[in-house]
């Protein structure tokens, strides 16, 4: 694996923020959503900067690595597209999953947030498999971020640092970390920043994420909405203190301040960073797989770390008839069972968060209703964002709200943010709300303009609403 380029001292780009970014003194590179740029029509601001030689890395929330199914190959040829449209050294994305499986019955379920894995050697075996396939389908280098949680899964196998640090020895995919994630599993789920830094190979980092949250009621939010902590400050040190990072990135995705408090945390994090900095520090060297440590598949799962899988040379060597061609079927199906698996398990948490249902066993229930509320409060403000409308159509924003949460209870999310606004705009017509004829006009004429047909007819929304109340 070639050393990694060196990045500097960036921050997340952001529409909202634009004029900001572009008069930052010193902005060695940004971080763009990939999901919020079109190739062929990249925003003017993105193109001053590239001008500029300001470089732009573009991080992806939506593939869904984590989760069982193969990753779609739609998306990883738009992550693609937008690496190379950047001229970007690597792309990104998170260790997690953002919905459910075709394994699993029913709909498939969007999260509309990032989800943590369990870390078990069959989600391990899922993942490793889905990043080969990402890897080989993109032009570039592929760096994967640990992610912040709310709940922790049940019968987990292995520690934080021993899931990313096998990850690596098996697919070579280097790390984003995300020092504020760290911060906050340390908070929610009583995890030590130290000893996952301690544990997990450095020599694959990519770059770094720093950014800002907030504690209510003893459970850290990662809002990226806050200036970033002391608490965070001191994780990014602890980093330092073992490796000089190739990049640190400030993220800020809502509450926006003005350039001079952003300029501001830039200095606070090139503080943290100094000169050479603590001593025992070094620069990140090129990473090497680990010998003895194949990228296929685990033979088994008896937690023998650094067994190898049934490579083709001795396959090759075993004399067995059919060539190695069994071995290689066995571990297909093996993986199948463990997507299986995996998607049957991710699908019962997914469904409990966003439709409702009962909480998996050994899920502590308490955190699960929170991050529950925290969804549903998460989607029902970029709803809002999307169609500004609907709050000023149903009295503001307190009523807007209200009516969604009440809306989404128990009706979750399934073809996207956009699809999800105009169907709690049906589902407020089913019901012959808002009560006020006049609000409902409007209602009924924002639906049309965007849906291209006449809502449903009176007779159909009785029927509708029949339904619901049955259901």
């Known amino acids: 694996m070639k050393p990694m380029a060196h990045l500097g001292v960036g921050i997340g780009w952001r529409p909202e923020i634009a004029g900001a970014v572009e008069g930052l003194p010193g902005l060695d590179w940004v971080e763009v959503v990939a999901e919020n740029i079109c190739p062929g029509h990249l925003p003017e601001s993105l ?3 590239l001008e500029r030689g300001v470089r732009v890395v573009p991080h992806g929330v939506s593939l869904g690595i984590g989760g069982a199914d193969r990753p779609d190959p739609a998306k990883l040829a738009a992550l693609g597209e937008r690496a190379v449209a950047l001229g970007a050294p690597l792309v990104t994305e998170h260790i997690a999953f953002v919905r459910t499986s075709s394994v699993a019955p029913g709909p498939v379920l969007e999260a509309g947030h990032l989800l943590p894995v369990p870390r078990t050697r069959d989600a391990l075996d899922v993942l490793c498999a889905n990043v080969r396939i990402a890897q080989d389908a993109l032009p570039v280098p592929l760096a994967l971020e640990n992610i912040a949680a709310l709940v922790s899964w049940p019968g987990e196998e292995l520690t934080e640092a021993q899931f990313l640090t096998e990850l690596v020895e098996r697919t070579g995919v280097r ?5 504020a994630n760290l911060h906050t599993n340390r908070v929610n789920r009583g995890e030590d920043p130290v000893a996952v830094l301690d544990g997990i190979p450095l020599e694959a980092l990519a770059y770094v994420h720093v950014a800002g949250g907030v504690e209510r009621g003893g459970v850290w939010h990662d809002t990226h909405a806050h200036p970033v902590p002391a608490a965070v400050l001191e994780v990014l040190a602890e980093l330092r203190a073992r490796v000089d990072p190739p990049g640190v990135l400030l993220e800020r995705d809502d509450e926006f301040p003005g350039g001079a408090e952003l300029a501001g945390e830039l200095a606070a994090i090139r503080g943290v960073l100094g000169g050479r900095g603590p001593a025992g520090a070094v620069p990140c060297p090129p990473f090497r797989r680990s010998p003895g440590l194949l990228p296929g598949p685990r033979a088994s799962h008896a937690g023998e770390a650094g067994v190898p899988g049934p490579g083709p040379d001795r396959a090759a060597d075993s004399g067995e008839a059919g060539g190695g061609s069994a071995p290689a079927d066995a571990e297909d199906s093996a993986l199948d069972a463990a997507r299986t698996r995996v998607g ?11 439709a409702g249902t ?18 549903a409060a998460k989607r029902a403000g970029i709803v809002a964002g999307l169609a500004p409308e609907l709050p000023r159509i149903l009295g503001g924003e307190d009523a807007y709200r209200e ?6 209870r128990h009706r979750p999310m399934t073809g996207g943010y956009r699809r999800d606004a105009m169907d709690f705009a049906e589902h407020l017509l089913v019901r012959d709300l808002p009560a006020d004829p006049a609000a409902r006009r409007r209602l009924t004429l924002w639906w049309r303009d965007r849906a291209g047909q006449r809502p449903p007819r009176r007779a159909v929304r009785w029927a509708r609403a029949l339904v619901g109340r049955a259901a």
């Not at 049957?344 to 966003?354: D, N, P, R």
């Not at 009516?403 to 989404?408: I, N, S, T």
């Open 47 to 49: 193109l001053r900067l």
């Open 175 to 179: 790390l984003l970390i995300d020092v």
């Open 344 to 354: 049957i398990g991710q699908a019962a948490l997914l469904s409990a968060l966003v």
């Open 358 to 375: 009962p909480v998996p066993e050994g899920f502590d229930r308490q955190r699960v209703r929170v991050q529950a509320r925290s969804l």
């Open 403 to 408: 009516a969604f949460l009440g809306y989404a």
